[in-house]
């Protein structure tokens, strides 16, 4: 049995957390049309406070004014405007006791409402697979993508830390996360199939890697090391929801000691179900390899743990911390619920909207 369980406070770095249960990043493209979040998105943020999640992760951001925007109305990082109407969510959140760590991200090939740039990027130029998501107002193929040079490379390292300063420094959040899960830019590098650059950013499993870490590295430098920083990771992508790491169980143990090694404060890893082995040919969970390959680098772990009994079993498969993501739609009171033995309600896919309207979700 693990000696964790949900309701143990716990830190991340210097970020006390009063349990272990947090929401998970979830896009709602709730902002204005030029990225500002505003007065809706204030609301949505709160009431997981008030419900009871000892930190939220928000929605991925974007990171620059170039190809980094992946979807129409989604809120960005980038100017004054946008940094205000965030700083408006941290001082509401913080008001009411909670903390918020910004998800930031950049969209690489599978952009579908830039309002900078008509044109997409990615480490290969390569048709992505899927369609665009009609849920997030795209429709059809994706553009194909041009293959990025050393300087578009360098610019969006340098993108994700300076947007990360600012996320601390002015918009007030208490930590960061960076996106390289679900197929964007970093995963994009990340996957063999999307990534076939003959130079330092392709090659191995490590190789591909190379571009997270040196993400990693860029933030952690301009943040310092008092800053809680945290990674995504996922198999699964939205474009291409079934796939698996090639390199299996033997890839993904070199993949979590290498980010253990970069000097994250948390790897925060989503799978359809959290609970289930990673691979055909091994009966552990992704979250087992992880603890077993980086016994010391807490573990966020995200999917399907909607009933307490399952997200308490994810604490005992080695994870440190369990967010939850549509059941936190149909109940930003999740942790007050499952403390007080209420039932918990049903998500429905009518609670995406897609946007983050609070309708049909009074708390307890
Ligand atoms: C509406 C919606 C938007 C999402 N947006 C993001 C996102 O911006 N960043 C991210 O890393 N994951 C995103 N996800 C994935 C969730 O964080 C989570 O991994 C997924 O919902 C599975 O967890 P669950 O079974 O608890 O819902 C999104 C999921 C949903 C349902």
Redesign the pocket.
Known sequence: MSDKHLFQSGTLNRLALKNRIMV????RISASVDGIPGERMQLYYQRFVRGGFSAIIT??IYIDEAWSQTYAFQAGLVNAKQRAGWRSITDRVHQRGGKIIA?LMHAGAISQGNIYRADTLAPSSIQPRGEQLGFYHGHGAYPLPREMDEEQIQQVIDSFAHTAARAIGEAGFDGIEI?G??GYLLDQFFTDYTNQRSDRWGGDIVARLSLTLAVIAAVRQRVGHDVTLGI?LSQGKVNDLQHKWREGEAGARQVFAAIAEAGVDYLHL?EYDALQPAFADSPLSLVQMARQAAPNLPIIA?????DANKAAQALEQGADYVS????ALANPDWPMRIRDAVELRVFDKNL?A?SADVKNCELV
């Open positions: 998970a990043p979830m896009t929605e991925g998800q996106h899960a679900n995504r989503t995200n999917g399907s743990l909607s939850i993501g549509k059941s995406l897609p």
